[in-house]
């Protein structure tokens, strides 16, 4: 500056700054994208300091989904607000000791937690110190996960389990049950043959006969309910199907529910497998019990024959036609509309634990779906519930064979090989071809069957053999027999295999295939069915 106080020049230092600055941006950048890779972990993850107790430095957005909580709100907060209760931040506390002692940490220590709204949940910890170079801690890392769809997954596992466990129980005792029944419908169906028409005697034969088939239809629905039975899909009506329903159901819920029905008598047959229909029926009613026991209420059973036109049913992929409508009301506690929509799901229930597997209504819906039908549902709480089941009517139903044509048509003369390991059923399948006009040579085992088919392979004309036997099993024998002669018509017989089913016995040669118990008729037909098959048009 000059003597009057005038700047005569000035002194500037520059410096670059670029290196700084990108190392700042670069700093920025990795402090974004490490907040990003924190925010953005499914697992609550919290930074604590190292007072006694320890406070929340930090936490990601996690915390919110899992706990309630912003991470603002947790921030300065101690995590003992997290646990349970006293007892539960003790035994927490405990095994992280436990594994500080160690010179380990804490992982995947299960806990239960609680949530901002009171609610707990399963949930797994991992638990690390943060040590400076001097080995002093400053602090720690806890992770949280919520444990919850875990757990109702294994849940569901060991429910998967329980009931495959069931299944193959319940197959086993299908088989044991179906021998047991096979005498009584085939001697009782041999005594309708002989006793007079209108004699006492006949109808108590009849009555036995009509209890024996129940019997079956009860093994077939445990074998439909275990997966090991064949599902057919035939022309029938329904009505008739839960006429056997509502009997069942009279006899197994209590008096003080009043069960009702309109069911229209000459409604039209429907392609479906009646075993599920059946299943339908029985878990539609079962699920109305349940919504009606505690109040004594009422349950109606409706079947009638609509017809849908387009857009008439709302939601709805049905075309228009006529439909078999079945529907099952209760005057129950109703559904809550906020789950109406999830009440199909598989293992979705609202019943108390032991009233029921979640399984009900996501079987009735499978199947609905596979006979392309529909199911919809209305409720009011407190009002009761009702469901309706459309299953499309077939365009035209087959009429089936009078009494006289299947009389002529089964009868034979053809020579049969019998095998059957147990003597009784072995011996009733004899009479019961004999008296058709067959010549039997009937063997209790296997093996003897075989030597007896190598002397005279061309002695027979077919073969019919239970599956389930000692030393060789029906399938077994089968090839064996086919080695020797492949021509030979075979029939297998079987009360419950997983060894084979009808497509199995085809794929290996086999001309027809019968589930016992089986009736003196059903077996004529298929014998003379595989018979005239391979028998040369006149």
Known sequence: MDDSGTPRYLLGISEDITEKKRSADALWETNERMKKVFDSQLDAIFVLDAEIPPHIITCNQAV????????????????????????????????????LNREDYLQDFEFTMKRRDGSTFPSSHTVLEMIDEAGRRYGWVSVVRDLTERKQTETRLRQAQKM????????????DFNNILFPIIGMSELLLEDLPADSPEHENAAEIFNAGRRGSDLVKQILAFSRQSEQKKMPIPIQQILEEVMKLSHSTIPAN??????????????QADPTQVHQIAMNLITNAYHAVESKNGKIAVGLREV??????????DLLPGRYALLSVSDTGIGIDPAILQKIFEPY??????????????????????EHQGDIKVASELGKGTTFNVYLPIMVKAEEPASAEENAVSQVGHERILLVDDE???????????????????????????????????????????????????GDQLAAALMEIRPDIPIIICTGFSERINQERAAAIGVRGFLMKPVAKSEMAKTIRSVLDERMPAP
Do not use: W
């Open 307 to 316: 017809e849908l036109e387009f857009g008439q049913l709302p939601e709805s």
């Open 257 to 270: 529910i009043e069960i009702t029905q309109d069911i229209q008598s000459d409604c039209s047959v429907v």
């Open 164 to 175: 495959e466990s069931l299944g193959n129980l319940s197959g086993g005792i299908a088989h």
């Open 64 to 99: 919110g989904r899992i706990f309630g909580y912003s991470p603002e709100q947790m921030l300065g907060k101690t995590i003992e607000s997290l646990h349970v209760d006293k007892d539960h931040l003790m035994q927490f506390q405990d095994s992280l000791q436990r594994v």
């Open 348 to 369: 979705f229930t609202t019943k108390e634990q032991g009233k029921g597997t979640g399984l009900g209504l996501a079987v009735v819906y499978g199947i609905v779906k």
């Open 423 to 473: 003597k009784s059923i072995a011996m009733l399948e004899k009479q019961m071809l004999e008296r058709l006009g067959y010549k039997v040579t009937m063997r209790v085992n296997s093996l003897e069957a075989l030597e007896v088919f190598k002397a005279r392979p061309n002695a027979f004309d077919m073969v019919v053999s239970d599956m389930t036997m000692p030393c060789m099993t």
